[in-house]
């Protein structure tokens, strides 16, 4: 038999998939919101381009109190690098939205576009393993955290013990899945 061709699909995934087939019990009301769900991931994903390209050519937004002009222009204030991985192994790596180091002083700026109730520990783990790729010991540094979403911005100056504990934690955890991935 010939198939017919579908190649423009290879490596999507349709809302309907056979790989998530939980849909098949949903109510109609639980489709409907797991549909608003996935359009505002993708509503998401397509703003973080957007202040990612903002940022990268030094755009600024007009002035507002709403969360993507604020997250934008405090990150062209502040020089800050969109998009940036931090890498400490293949076991163990991220992408800060937003990120600066000058005179000693690391800014991590992470733009959130849903609702859900969020935590400064996904920051710090960044912090975290920026110390670890470019060698700064926490104790050096000051380091600022800033979350922005629904038009508010939480700041927060992790104490370098938490920092510091986490990256003994990045490590600890790294070389124990090295240790099975050798094992195998």
């Known amino acids: 038999m010939k198939f017919n061709d579908h190649h423009s699909l290879i490596g999507m995934h349709a809302f309907l998939g056979a790989s998530k087939h939980s849909w098949l019990r949903y109510s109609d009301e639980k489709m409907q919101l797991a ?3 996935a359009k505002a991931a993708a509503r998401g ?11 990268e050519l030094g755009e600024r937004l007009a002035k507002s109190k709403r969360t993507i002009p604020l997250f934008v222009n405090d990150a062209i204030s502040y020089k ?3 998009e940036q991985v931090l ?7 991220g992408t800060a939205d937003a990120i600066s180091f000058r005179n000693k002083v690391l800014r991590i700026h ?17 912090a975290a393993l ?13 380091i600022e955290l800033r979350i922005y979403q629904n038009n508010e911005v939480m700041i927060e100056n992790p ?9 003994k934690k990045i490590k600890h955890f790294d070389r124990l899945i090295n240790s099975w991935k050798e094992a195998e």
Request: glycine share 2%; aromatic share 12%; hydrophobic share 40%.
């Open 35 to 37: 549909y608003q769900n």
């Open 45 to 55: 994903t397509r703003l973080h381009a957007f202040a990612a390209e903002a940022i």
């Open 130 to 142: 920026f110390c670890l790729e470019y060698r700064q010991n926490p104790n050096d540094i000051t």
């Open 87 to 93: 890498f400490y192994s293949e076991n163990c790596f």
């Open 110 to 126: 992470d733009l959130k576009t849903g609702t859900s109730p969020v935590s400064m520990e996904q920051l710090e783990i960044y």
């Open 159 to 167: 104490e370098p013990a938490v920092i510091m504990d986490i990256m």
């Open 80 to 82: 800050m690098t969109p």
